[in-house]
Structure formats: C-alpha cells, structure tokens
C-alpha cells in the first residue's frame, strides 16, 4: 500500500479519488498574480471570442479588431490539415497514457525546460496545478522520444517536425496579418521581412503538450493557472473538451468553446511589446473537468531565431507615443519572466519614456 505522499505523483493524478490540500485554490489575489481582479471568481459569463474564417476577405480587419479588443481570437480555414491536429493529439494521448515511472524517465532536467513535468509556471503559486505536459524547445526532444518510444520515436519525431513546419507558416502569416491592421508592413520589421522572404524557415518556438486528468473537484481546482503566454503568439489546439478560458477586464472569464478544427490564436506579451502596449497580451488560465480529461497542445511562437531584438515598431512610435519598452531577445524575455514572473513586463518598461 503506498504511502498518500507517494501517490501524489504529477503522472497519475487522474487515480486520485478526493482533491489533495496542496491542489486545494482558493482564488485570493495569490492565485491569479497578473490581474488580481481576475481572482475573484471561477465562473465564466456568457460571451464568446470571435471565431474567424482566414478566407474571409475582410481577414485584416476581423483579425485586427479581435487582437486589440480581447488579445485572442479563433481561427477557422487556416489550412492545417485534420490529420495533422489529429496526429499530435494521438500523440499526446499515447504519452500522457504511460505508467508514471516511464513518463518520469522523460523529465526535464533542472536546467532545461524541454521534456516532462509541470508547468513552468508552477513555482510562483501556493498551489498545484491539476495536470501534466511536455515541452518540446529544443532537440532534446528526439532523446526523450527514443526513450519513450524505442520501435516508434522516428514516426513520432517526423509528427513533431510537420506540426513546427506548418505552425511556424501558420504564425508569421497571423504576424503579417496583425502588423497591416496596425497600418505596419513588414518591410518596417527587419527580422519580419528576413522572415517573409525565406519562407519562415528561420524562426523559432516551442511546443507544449498539455494534459489535464479528470479530478474529483474540479471547481476548487486549476489546470492551469492565470498567465499570459510570453510569445509573439500562441495557437492552441484544444481537444473536444473545453477549459480554456479567457480575461477581459470588461467581461470577466469567459470560456472559449472547442469547436472541431478551429484553432485559438492568443496575442503574447512580446507583441505586446512589439506593438508599444496597442495589443494586449490575453490572461487566460485552463479549469479542468469532472468526467473527462483533456488535452491541448500550444505552439508558443517567440519570432526571429538568434539573438534578434524585439523593440517597438518605430512606425508606432512618436513623439505622442513614446517607445513604452525597451528593446529584448526573447531568449532574455525568458530569463526576467522566469525570475520575477508577474512583474517582467514592469521590468522592461522605460520609466520616463522619450523618444
Ligand atoms: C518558450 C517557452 C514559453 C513557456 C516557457 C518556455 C517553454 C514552455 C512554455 C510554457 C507552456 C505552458 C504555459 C507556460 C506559461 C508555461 O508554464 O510553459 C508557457 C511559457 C511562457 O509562455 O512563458
Ligand atoms: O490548455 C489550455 O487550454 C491552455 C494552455 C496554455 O495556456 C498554454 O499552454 O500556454
Ligand atoms: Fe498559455
């Protein structure tokens, strides 16, 4: 018989029949670090993020709107195949279905990011969260693979690489689309413009695997706590169970719905930057659900690989809009965000902004 501490154990947390103390929210300011006023409730209104179809010819404006006003949308037609989405998603399944000692022998290491385990975000809250993943940021993945899936790693592997292939198109194509609602073009961002011309096949992202197990309670529970994401933009592929769901100070949470195909584009704190503070970054958090786990998978796009600096677009800049942030690589974005979490966008912030 194993001892209570032993079973709390992130890979099997779905045989858990009561929610443990340590899983226990209670949604004080505590919990939701970005926006303490999104902590006062686990309800979401009735209201709903704009589902767009790329083909629309009116694309720029919907998209445009939709980022300055919520810093998310949905996103239909957008050309990733069914058997792309379904692929990854039997992908995740298959892993997230091992016996927890076979997971834990694909943990990330305490430097790396990539592999399994918590959230990164883990570390700033009181409480845990209800559910597992794995992050893909660098190769490493290819090494976890192997252990994972001795006889099947390369099928699994070529997934991988197709998913980062057509998502990478997918985002800068959603970047140039934003930019020409701002009035921007890419030629006004060197590294877009390098971006365009070589197809995006010089960018850079990472890929995390989400699971959330069913739980007992889930309404005093959290998937994934309130954060917001610290890219230039995020899709998000959710499985057919919901929990994702979305702030707006205006509204409250609201719950975005899945819906087969569609995908979720969230605005990250680095076009938060890019566009001197006009689109929001989204806080945005995942519940988790009492009969049926889930599953989402994130592509988190950080822009131009290397050591590119991210700045505002001077074209949005001027002498009534000073430049509000100061210039960043996202590998740096990442080191401040990881040590002061909610207070990285101060850190960056000019304090008494010129031009
Ligand atoms: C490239 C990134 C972006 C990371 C950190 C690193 C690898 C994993 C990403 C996520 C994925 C899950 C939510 C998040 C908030 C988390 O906990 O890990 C993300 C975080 C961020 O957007 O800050
Ligand atoms: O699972 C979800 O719906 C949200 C996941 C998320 O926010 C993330 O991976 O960054
Ligand atoms: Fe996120």
Redesign the pocket.
């Known amino acids: 018989m194993p001892s209570l501490a032993e079973e709390i154990c992130i890979g099997n947390l779905g045989s858990l029949q009561t929610l443990p103390e340590s899983f226990t929210w209670k949604l004080t300011a505590a919990d939701s670090l970005l926006r303490p006023s999104s902590a006062v409730s686990f309800d979401a209104v009735e209201e709903s993020i704009p589902v767009i179809d790329l083909s629309n010819p009116d694309v720029t404006t919907l998209i445009g709107d939709a980022s300055k006003t919520w810093g998310a949308f949905q996103i239909a037609n957008h050309g990733i195949s069914q058997k792309l989405l379904d692929d990854i998603e039997s992908l995740s399944k298959t892993l997230f279905d091992m016996p927890s000692e076979r997971k834990l022998e694909a943990a990330s290491s305490d430097k790396g990011?990539s592999g399994y385990g918590e959230?990164?975000?883990s570390p700033f809250f009181e409480k845990k969260m209800w559910s597992e993943?794995f992050?893909i940021?660098d190769d490493s993945y290819r090494n976890h693979f192997n252990t994972l899936w001795p006889h099947d790693h390369t099928k699994y592997c070529g997934i991988i690489q197709e998913y980062v292939d057509e998502m990478e198109k997918l985002a800068s194509r959603l970047l140039y689309c934003i930019l020409g609602s701002l009035g921007v073009t890419v030629e006004d961002i060197e590294w877009a413009h390098k971006l365009e011309k070589s197809g995006s096949k010089v960018g850079r992202g990472?890929i995390?695997l989400?699971h959330y197990p069913v739980c007992p309670e889930p309404e005093r529970a959290m998937g994934?706590a309130a954060?917001t994401?610290?890219?230039i933009l995020t899709i998000l592929h959710q499985s057919n169970t919901g929990g994702l769901q979305v702030f707006r100070e205006e509204s409250g949470w609201v719950t975005v719905e899945p819906a087969p195909g569609v995908l979720v584009v969230n605005m990250?704190d680095l076009f938060h930057i890019l566009s001197n503070g006009k689109i929001p970054s989204v806080v945005h958090r995942a519940k988790v659900n009492h009969t049926r786990s889930r599953i989402s998978i994130?592509y988190?796009w950080?822009g131009p690989a290397g050591d590119v600096q991210i700045a505002p677009i001077s074209k949005l800049t001027g002498p009534a809009e000073p430049s509000l942030y100061r210039s960043i690589t996202w590998k740096e974005y990442?080191q401040i965000?990881y040590e002061v979490f909610d207070k990285a966008m101060d850190a960056i912030r000019v304090v008494n902004p010129t031009n």
Do not use: C, M, Q
């Open positions: 990011v959230p990164r975000i993943g992050t940021a990472a995390r989400n994934l954060h994401d610290s890219t990250g994130a988190l950080g990442l965000k």
